[in-house]
């Protein structure tokens, strides 16, 4: 009988397709060191979407410091419709703090 990896797989149409490759299981490595491999493999698209995360970011902070109207009219609006007592409400209450003296929670709060 021939080796394993010389042996031939029948295709999908009954009929002799190709001869099956050898398997070659690659030097165990740490698990710690298996996401740097992916990311060496994958530089370009690693290098692409972190220039384009981090690019939005810088772009957001930079408009901030340029336009501080921005967040003062969005703060005002965030008033108007109710929503920043919202927001105060939802990081004042226990759920969100992680101990009782980390924040005050108002006396309207549900607990």
């Known amino acids: 009988m021939p080796p394993l990896h010389a042996r031939r797989t029948l295709g999908c149409d009954g009929g002799m397709a190709s001869q099956s ?27 692409v979407i972190n220039a384009a995360a981090y690019g939005l970011a810088i772009i ?5 410091l340029v336009f501080p109207d921005l967040s003062a009219a969005r703060s005002a609006s965030l008033e108007e419709d109710g929503t920043g007592e919202l927001v105060r409400w939802l990081v ?9 003296s980390s ?7 549900v607990r």
């Open 21 to 47: 490759a050898p398997i070659e299981h690659p030097a165990h490595k740490p698990f710690w060191r298996r996401p740097f491999r992916v990311i060496r493999e994958n530089m370009r698209a690693y290098i």
């Open 60 to 64: 957001g902070f930079v408009i901030g």
């Open 92 to 100: 004042n209450t226990r759920r969100f703090s992680r101990s009782r």
């Open 103 to 109: 924040g005050s929670t108002s006396s309207g709060s």
